[in-house]
C-alpha cells in the first residue's frame, strides 16, 4: 500500500498539516502508521467526515457513475490538474483519480481504491462508482468471482429514490456492455431514451448506449442476430449517422472521455464498413485526446477491433505509448475473452494475429474468399490457407462456427 506524508495529505483534502497530525494522533484516519517521529497515511485514505462537522462522505459534484465522463474533465492533457479542483471533497476526488487510474490501464491501483470504497460506508455514487471499478477490474483479470460480487455490491448500492436506482440499472447495462453481454438491459436503454436519468448521466449513458449498437450490428452482419428488413453490414454503416451527432455534442459540451469514446466507437464502425479513411479521421483525433493524458487504458480496449490499425495510427504518434498498450493488451486480451466467454457461455479466440482475424471477421460477416481477397488486396489462396488456420487454431468444425469465436 501506498503512503504519503502528513503534509502531503493535508494539501490533498485542503486543510492545514496541524489538523491532520491531530487526526493521526487521535487515531482517526484509519491504516496510518508511524515510523518515528512521522505519520504516513494510505494514499487512499479520506478525511474523517467528524472533523469537518459532517458525514463521512459528501454528495457528489456530478450525478453520474463515471464523474470522468461528466464536464469536470473538459481539457484533454489535464486530467490531474482536474482531478485537483476535487480536493475539497475527498470522496470525489478519490474516486475520480481512480477512474482516470483506470482508464490508464493502472488496474492493481484501481482494485485498491474500488476496495476502500465498498468497505469504507461511502455514499451511493462512491459505492456505485467503486462497485464498476472492481467490475472492470474483472474484466482485466478473467475473474468470473469478482465480476459476480462486483454486480452484487452494485445492486445493493444505498438507493434513496427512482432516479437512483435508474443509475444502478445504467451501472449494470455499463459493465455488461463492457463484456458483450446484453441480456439485462432496461428497455429504456436499448431505446435509446436517458430521460429517467439525470442530465450529468448522459455522456457516459451515450457512450455505452454507442456499444449496444455497435454488438447489434456485429451480430447481425454475422449472422446471430435476425431483424426484419436489415442484414449484412446495414446497420453497421448506419451506426455512424448516430454516433456523429453525439460526437459534436460532446465537443461543445467539454466532455473530453466521451468524446474520445464516441470517436474510437465510430471508427470500429467505419472501419467494419471498409471506410478506413473515416475510420482514421476519427481514431487519429482520439488517440491525439487519449495520449496527452497517457489514457492508454482507453485505447487497450480497442486494439481487438481494428486488426492492427490501431497500433499502427499510434505508433506514427508515439512509439512509447505503442508498446504500453501493447504489453497492457497481453493483459486484457485474455482477461477480456475470458470473463465474456465465461459469462456468455461460448469461446472466444485469443491466439489469432491480427490478419487472421481480419480475414475471420470478413468470413464470419459472409464474404466469400474472393470477396475477402478483393477487400484485403491478397490472393484467393492466401485468404483460403488464412481461415484454415483459423479453424485449426480454434478447434471449430468449419468457417461457418466462425461468428462464434470472435
Not at 426484419?228 to 451527432?245: D, F, K, Q, V
Not at 459534436?248 to 464502425?269: F, H, K, N, W
Request: net charge neutral.
Amino acid at each position: 500500500m501506498k503512503r504519503i506524508t502528513v503534509k502531503e495529505a493535508a494539501e490533498k483534502w485542503g486543510v492545514t498539516p496541524r489538523r491532520v497530525q491531530g487526526l493521526c494522533n487521535e487515531g482517526k484516519i484509519k491504516g496510518t502508521v508511524r515510523f518515528g517521529r512521522a505519520w504516513m497515511i494510505p494514499e487512499h485514505a479520506v478525511l474523517p467526515g467528524a472533523d469537518r462537522g459532517e458525514e463521512p462522505h459528501m454528495p457528489m459534484p456530478r450525478k453520474s457513475p463515471f464523474l470522468d465522463m461528466t464536464n469536470i474533465y473538459n481539457q484533454a492533457g489535464r486530467a490531474d490538474a482536474c482531478a485537483s479542483l476535487l480536493v475539497n471533497n475527498p470522496e470525489a476526488h478519490a474516486l475520480f483519480e481512480a477512474q482516470i487510474a483506470y482508464r490508464r490501464g493502472e488496474i492493481d491501483r484501481v482494485y485498491d481504491r474500488a476496495r476502500y470504497f465498498l468497505s469504507a460506508h461511502s455514499g451511493f455514487y462512491a459505492i456505485l462508482g467503486g462497485g464498476m471499478l472492481l467490475a472492470l477490474c474483472a474484466i482485466w483479470r478473467g475473474d468470473i468471482y469478482l465480476w459476480n460480487e462486483a454486480k452484487r455490491h452494485i445492486c445493493e448500492a444505498p438507493c434513496t429514490d427512482e432516479s437512483q436506482r435508474e443509475i444502478v440499472s445504467l451501472a449494470l447495462a455499463i459493465v455488461d456492455s463492457s463484456i458483450y453481454d446484453n441480456k439485462d438491459y432496461p428497455a429504456w436503454f436499448t431505446a435509446g431514451s436517458f430521460d429517467v436519468l439525470p442530465p450529468e448521466s448522459h455522456p457516459a449513458a451515450k457512450v455505452f448506449y454507442v456499444k449496444y449498437l455497435y454488438m447489434s450490428a456485429f451480430a447481425i452482419a454475422s449472422g446471430q442476430l435476425n431483424l426484419e428488413g436489415i442484414s449484412g453490414l446495414a446497420l453497421m454503416r448506419l451506426i455512424p449517422y448516430t454516433i456523429e451527432p453525439m460526437i459534436s455534442q460532446a465537443v461543445v459540451d467539454g466532455t473530453i472521455l466521451p468524446e474520445i469514446y464516441l470517436r474510437m466507437s465510430c471508427a470500429v464502425a467505419y472501419h467494419n464498413a471498409g471506410d478506413r479513411a473515416r475510420a482514421v479521421a476519427h481514431m487519429d483525433k482520439a488517440i491525439r485526446l487519449a495520449l496527452a493524458d497517457g489514457l492508454y487504458g482507453v485505447l487497450t480496449e480497442y486494439v481487438r477491433h481494428f486488426d492492427g490499425l490501431l497500433e499502427e495510427r499510434v505508433a506514427l504518434v508515439d512509439e512509447t505509448a505503442l508498446t504500453v498498450i501493447t504489453e497492457l493488451y497481453r493483459t486484457y486480451s485474455v482477461g477480456w475473452a475470458r470473463l465474456s466467454g465465461t459469462v456468455r457461455n461460448r469461446y472466444i479466440a485469443t491466439n489469432l494475429t491480427a490478419r487472421e482475424r481480419e480475414v475471420a471477421k470478413l468470413a464470419a460477416f459472409g464474404f466469400t474468399n474472393r470477396e475477402i481477397a478483393a477487400e484485403l488486396y491478397v490472393s484467393e489462396s492466401t485468404v483460403k490457407q488464412t481461415v484454415l488456420r483459423v479453424v485449426q487454431k480454434t478447434g471449430i468444425k468449419d468457417r461457418t462456427e466462425i461468428p462464434n469465436i470472435l
